[in-house]
């Protein structure tokens, strides 16, 4: 028995000798892999410890008026976007369970926005006026806040902790700046923009809406998938008011055409011109502010923009 183990043994050496086969390159491959494996479970473990301490400031400050006081000042640093990084693609037709308001007059916009709650008359003084959708990580609706210091801006994104990384962060720049009160004007929230915009605006309650760097969903079969089309250009001309903007950047030449063939195509939408584009404030906001756009310039890729102006609607459609 003995001597039948050593033979196998010194046959599969001599094998391993002929293939140039390390004889324990198994062994550490598998070693390797279990490495591998605990590494990226002690970083996730990392990354959810880093989110839960975020989430104990984000619960105190999320809703708080600028007076509340700060539980600890570390905690309300800005975040580490590798702590809340997640994979690229959500399914927008997948059941998020989300939360979302039955019809615009039930949205709590007090909870996002408390600077401007009016706690005497219990109103909110300004409405939402600007719409960043997938506005992933923020980048250029924090621009917005200083561009636009009197008007409402508000980012829709679907992914979970990429809506938390954006929450810590205006948290974060409200603390930080809360002498001068700026960021009171920024908010995002999670949510669908293709299952549930009318659910949150009022009819032409918008003069902005932004669809920057959108997720292109490559395959024919999947263009259904994407947030422009015919049907959902129609949700989004009823929030829009009358001169209202839609403002189109990406990255991928036949999103652009796409984008820009659904806008030309419905009748309530007129495309800008280039020379409009060149001087307006918000085309060059969006060409350099959001995180998308700075790898596309990190890379030297090309970017396509198409703006549209929301037309007034045909009297016999009112
Ligand atoms: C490629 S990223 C661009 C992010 C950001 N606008 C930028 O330029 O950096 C597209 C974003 O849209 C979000 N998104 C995709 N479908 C969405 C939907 N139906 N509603 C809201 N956000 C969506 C994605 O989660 C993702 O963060």
């Known amino acids: 028995m003995l001597i039948a183990h050593r033979t196998a043994y010194l046959l599969s050496h001599r094998l391993c000798q002929i293939y140039r086969i390390n004889p ?20 996730e473990l990392k990354r959810k410890a880093y989110r839960d301490m975020k989430e104990e400031t984000r619960k105190v400050l999320k809703h708080a008026r600028i007076e509340t006081p700060t539980p600890e000042p570390d905690a309300v640093g800005l975040p580490r976007k590798r702590f809340y990084r997640q994979r690229a693609h959500s399914n927008p037709f997948s059941d998020h369970r989300l939360d979302y308001p039955q019809e615009p007059s039930c949205m709590e916009w007090q909870k996002l926005y408390p600077h401007y709650f009016d706690e005497t008359t219990g109103t909110m003084s300004k409405n939402v006026e600007i719409a960043d959708i997938g506005c992933g990580y923020g980048g250029l609706l924090i621009q917005l806040a200083t561009a636009f210091p009197e008007k409402l801006s508000l980012g829709m994104e679907i992914r979970v902790q990429v809506t938390q990384y954006v929450e810590d962060r205006i948290i974060a720049l409200r603390e930080q700046n809360k002498d001068a009160e700026q960021y009171q004007n920024v908010a995002v929230l999670r949510g669908n923009a293709m299952k549930f915009t009318p659910n949150f605006f009022f009819k032409g309650q918008l003069s902005k809406m932004f669809f920057c760097f959108p997720d292109p969903h490559f395959k024919q079969r999947k263009h259904k998938a994407r947030i422009i089309t015919s049907t959902l250009l129609s949700e989004y001309a009823y929030v829009l008011r009358e001169g209202g903007i839609i403002y189109t950047i990406t990255d991928v030449e036949d999103l652009h055409k796409w984008m820009a063939k659904h806008l030309e195509e419905h009748p309530l939408f007129e495309r800008k011109s280039v020379e409009w584009e060149k001087n307006d404030k918000c085309v060059q906001l969006m060409m350099n502010s959001t995180e998308e756009g700075q790898k596309v310039e990190r890379n030297k890729g090309s970017k396509y923009v198409a703006c549209f102006e929301r037309l007034p609607t045909p009297e016999d459609c009112d």
Not at 28 to 41: G, N, P, T
């Open 24 to 43: 324990t390159s198994n062994m550490s491959l598998d070693s390797d892999k279990e490495a591998q494996i605990r590494h990226q479970r002690e970083s």
